[in-house]
């Protein structure tokens, strides 16, 4: 055991020696803290605390699995498995399995992801009749999540005064009747929502003390990874697990709180001492991630923070290169210099793709820098696009196997009753759910008792019903032998989904074909990594849980070799050599919506330390002087952020020459000039000013300003006489290439020319912004 406390410093040693008691590690960006996480845990289990006594809360499943596969490696692969750790969802998902039917819930509830959270929303704002442009299901859908998170229930809601009426201001006064039948609607279904873990977890725990007094007996250790981003829900839950015996240890970084808009509260790190008596505070303040120049910069931009807990980052690293800075005209010219640049570092260093990282505050800002990669031939993936398990036939396949789970799911069977289609309308399906909310029973159910209910619908349709109902029922009792790989491929097959595709034939409906192949592989290895751990059964219902918990930077690339391109808000716990922060302009980033309190331009501010220390070894800002917002170009000013770092951590790759005036009134207003006054003009020495010329240095600076400008040439007498056939040129959006032929004259004049990728283009010569090379 002591050879691997050998490995940590004394900063990083002191927390992982510290046994009992309440403790609270601030640790900087590249600190090692995910280190000393594992190492406290492995030192824990060396001094005799048994594996099933330790909780360790994480926020993502990627993070757990590297810290208890570093855990095996320690202290042996048997004794790991009987650790409580995983993400807050997973870990209190598993509890509620456990204990969740002390609160009426089965113990094989759906967990319900955002979609479907968000059709329930809308099929309830349509069967209220209630107008979708004001009670829009995704606004809808984020006020209940932030109500959970902040523990109002519906009776909280409808005890809370300022709330009904901030609802009924914003035209919204059938919030509360939405958010009733949306919960009922779920509790019905046998289904919970990603709030719900957390929510029904905090229930639990208050209003059953013998539960709360079985889990403190049991997590006596409890440690948790980036406390700052912990919402009030995930709070009451840790505080009264530990509040027993208070071996509770906290770790994170204050300066790298950025998800306030997700319910994350930074006052928990920041009140963390007031909460608990004799708190040890140790900081770990050596980075050793990023290289001086980087480290330095951050420091001076979290400074300007004035919420902040005291540390001082510092690192033993090289000096390394300066952090550049560049400008472009508009963001197509940026993603241009982006790709260009990622080749140039690519071919010159000998790096892989998977080295480089392009961080964007919004998403809709990766389009520019996808053309310009497509364009170099250079492979990139995009982080938060449309997940594996959110594309349509994946969904489909889940949905048939949550109904065989629960039948009570009813977005699942609403999704698939008629998927193949079987000749089950849209008009039946209304007819159950009306029966079954007349009833207060599931749609299912109401299909198990159609010869008991008078549904007025005809004997075709409900002999249809009556087969679904037979082919679900036919897999749940093969469920009960087989495992979750066996009958998710017989549900594939024998529902008609896998023929649906196959008879599509077109190349959509191949890859459709493949991806379900490709879920089948990932039941399957599912089902042989279950086999590994102690207290895991390989089933459907595990298997369901985790893909309904799984992220997507969860899932692992392997050595698919990409450039990354993902939010800020992605990255967050990823580190590359080479990043590219992008639009550096205000009303971007700072983000226009974050600007009107200290509080939300702090967080800003956080989430630009952040996006700069994922660099390792080299940092590049890029701003525009232009961009496309809705199909305008509009004005861009660089951010605020880039004045915040100092001078001599820069290197300023596009240096202005000149102060080029921007008036701030439209000069339109002032009518024409009288020219006649000007005649009469004279200046004190009597030259008339015809007569003064401009001074030649002036001349020369403003010359220097013209390759920036996006003007094209306007006449034929200002292509550059030097062009002709066999002359090597670039171009700024084609690359280099070799004029082939010149033909036509004046404003017509075009050059037909090969590029280096193979194109043959043909350009005219007045627009082309072509640089001659030789």
């Not at 040693?13 to 280190?35: D, W």
């Not at 077109?506 to 089902?527: A, K, S």
């Not at 302009?585 to 983000?591: A, G, K, Y």
């Not at 605020?640 to 202005?656: A, G």
Request: charged share 30%; hydrophobic share 35%.
């Amino acid at each position: 055991m002591e050879k691997f406390l050998n490995q940590l410093n004394d900063a990083q040693k002191a927390p992982v020696l510290h046994k009992e008691g309440p403790l609270m590690v601030i640790a900087g960006a590249g600190s090692g803290k995910t280190r000393v996480l594992t190492y406290r845990i492995a030192h824990l289990m060396g001094q005799g605390v048994d594996a099933f006594n330790i909780l360790a809360l994480t926020f993502t499943n990627k993070a757990a699995r590297e810290m208890k596969k570093r855990i095996a490696e320690i202290v042996g692969g048997s004794e790991a498995k009987n650790l409580w750790m995983g993400t807050f969802h997973s870990v209190f998902a598993k509890l509620l399995r456990y204990d969740g039917d002390k609160l009426g819930y089965p113990s094989n509830f759906t967990i319900y992801d955002t979609q479907d959270s968000q059709r329930l929303i809308s099929s309830i704002i349509r069967e209220m009749g209630l107008d979708k442009d004001i009670y829009k299901y995704k606004q809808i859908q984020n006020r209940i999540s932030s109500y959970k998170n902040s523990l109002i229930t519906v009776k909280a809601y409808f005890q809370n005064p300022e709330l009904i009426e901030a609802d009924a201001m914003a035209k919204r006064p059938r919030m509360g009747d939405i958010y009733t039948n949306y919960v009922d609607r779920c509790f019905k279904a046998g289904a919970m929502d990603f709030d719900d873990l957390l929510l029904r977890t905090n229930e639990l725990l208050t209003r059953f003390p013998e539960v709360l007094m079985k889990y403190q007996n049991r997590f006596r250790y409890i440690l948790v990874d980036e406390y700052q981003d912990t919402n009030h829900s995930q709070y009451l839950i840790v505080k009264a697990l530990a509040d027993r015996y208070q071996n509770i240890c906290v770790v994170g970084d204050d300066a790298q709180s950025i998800y306030s808009f997700r319910g994350a509260n930074i006052s928990n790190i920041l009140n963390f001492q007031r909460d608990y008596d004799d708190v040890a505070v140790y900081r770990l303040e050596q980075n050793y991630r990023s290289t001086k120049n980087i480290v330095n910069a951050a420091n001076a931009i979290i400074a300007n923070n004035k919420n902040q807990l005291e540390k001082v980052v510092w690192t033993a690293n090289d000096e390394g290169n300066l952090i550049k800075l560049h400008r472009s005209v508009t963001d197509a010219e940026e993603g241009r210099f982006v790709a260009s640049s990622i080749f140039e570092n690519r071919m010159q260093h000998q790096l892989p793709n998977g080295h480089f990282a392009v961080l964007y505050r919004t998403n809709s800002q990766s389009r520019a820098i996808e053309d310009a990669l497509r364009k170099k031939d250079i492979p990139y993936r995009i982080y938060g696009g449309l997940s594996f398990y959110q594309r349509k036939e994946i969904k489909d396949v889940l949905c048939y196997l949550r109904l065989v789970i629960n039948t009570k799911d009813e977005e699942a069977l609403k999704r698939i009753i008629n998927f193949p289609t079987r000749g089950i309308g849209q008009t039946t399906v209304d007819k159950l759910t009306v029966a079954a909310n007349h009833y207060g029973r599931s749609i299912f159910e109401v299909m198990e008792n159609l010869d008991k209910i008078d549904l007025k619908i005809n004997s075709g349709t409900k002999r249809k019903l009556e087969d679904f109902v037979s082919m679900i029922k036919s897999f749940q009792i093969m469920n009960e032998s087989a495992d979750a790989f066996t009958l998710a491929e017989h549900v594939a097959k024998k529902t008609g989904i896998l023929l649906e595709f196959k008879k599509d034939g077109t190349p959509e409906g191949i890859g459709r074909m493949e991806n379900i192949e490709e879920l089948l592989n990932g039941i399957q290895d599912f089902v042989e990594g279950q086999k590994e751990l102690a207290d895991a059964k390989g089933d459907l219902t595990e298997f369901l849980e985790d893909v309904a918990l799984a992220t997507d930077l969860d899932k692992d690339t392997g050595d698919d070799d990409r450039v990354a391109l993902m939010t800020i808000h992605l990255a967050k716990g990823l580190e590359f050599p080479y990043v590219y922060i992008v639009g550096m302009e205000e009303d971007l980033f700072p983000s226009a919506m974050s600007m009107s309190t200290r509080s939300e331009l702090e967080e800003e501010r956080r989430l630009f330390y952040v996006a700069l220390t994922r660099a390792e070894q080299q940092a590049y800002l890029t701003y525009t002087q232009n961009r496309y917002r809705w199909g305008k170009l509009i004005d861009a000013e660089p951010s605020r952020f880039i004045e915040e770092i100092d001078e001599k951590f820069i290197e300023n790759l596009t240096p202005v020459d000149n102060y080029r005036f921007k008036p701030l009134i439209n000069t339109d207003i002032f009518g024409e000039v009288d020219k006649s006054t000007l005649r009469q003009q004279r200046p004190k020495n009597g030259t008339p000013p015809a007569a003064h010329k401009p001074n030649e240095n002036q001349l020369r600076k403003l010359r220097k300003l013209k390759p920036q400008l996006a003007t094209p040439i306007g006449n034929t007498s200002s292509v550059d006489p030097n062009l002709a056939e066999g002359t090597l040129v670039n171009h700024t959006r084609f690359g280099k290439g070799k004029v082939l032929k010149i033909e036509g004259v004046g404003n017509d004049k075009k050059a037909e020319i090969l590029f280096e990728k193979g194109d043959v283009k043909k350009l005219l010569l007045r627009f082309a912004k072509l640089e001659i090379l030789s």
